[in-house]
């Protein structure tokens, strides 16, 4: 079973900067879809964005196109989101999760894999 641990939560000032790590148990990421998803106090889990380790094509949600960026680190079997001028509506627990069936979504229940989150503190 896949298990991933995410890093590298905070809290921080709006207009700073942040990088979150996902690590995987294993290497699936060869075949894997790996997305990060985030979580604010009631409010639904609302998509990030999603990289395909195989292509390292990549896909944000509109909230933070422009300002986050995914990356992958083969050999570390580690997902990046690195995250640039923080705003306090980014404050939320944010999650990595692995989808080995599909080519990319935007959808978290087609994840199968999920992390137990970090949190990020955008102070104001």
């Known amino acids: 079973q896949v298990q991933l641990v995410e890093s590298g939560g905070g809290l921080v000032q709006a207009g700073a900067s942040l990088r979150l790590s996902c690590a995987a148990s294993q290497r699936t990421f060869s075949k894997f879809v790996m997305g990060w998803f985030r979580q604010a106090p009631g409010k639904e889990r609302e998509f990030v964005g999603f990289?395909?380790?195989?292509?390292?094509?990549?896909y944000y949600g509109d909230s933070v196109k422009g300002r986050f960026t995914i990356s992958r680190d083969n050999a570390k079997n580690t997902v990046y989101l690195q995250m640039n001028s923080l705003k306090p509506e980014d404050t939320a627990v944010y999650y990595c999760?692995?989808?080995?069936?599909?080519?990319?979504?935007?959808?978290?229940?087609?994840?199968?894999?999920w992390g137990q989150g970090t949190q990020v503190t955008v102070s104001s």
């Open positions: 999760a692995a989808d080995q069936y599909s080519r990319g979504s935007t959808n978290s229940e087609l994840y199968g894999y």
């Open positions: 990289i395909s380790w195989s292509s390292g094509w990549t």
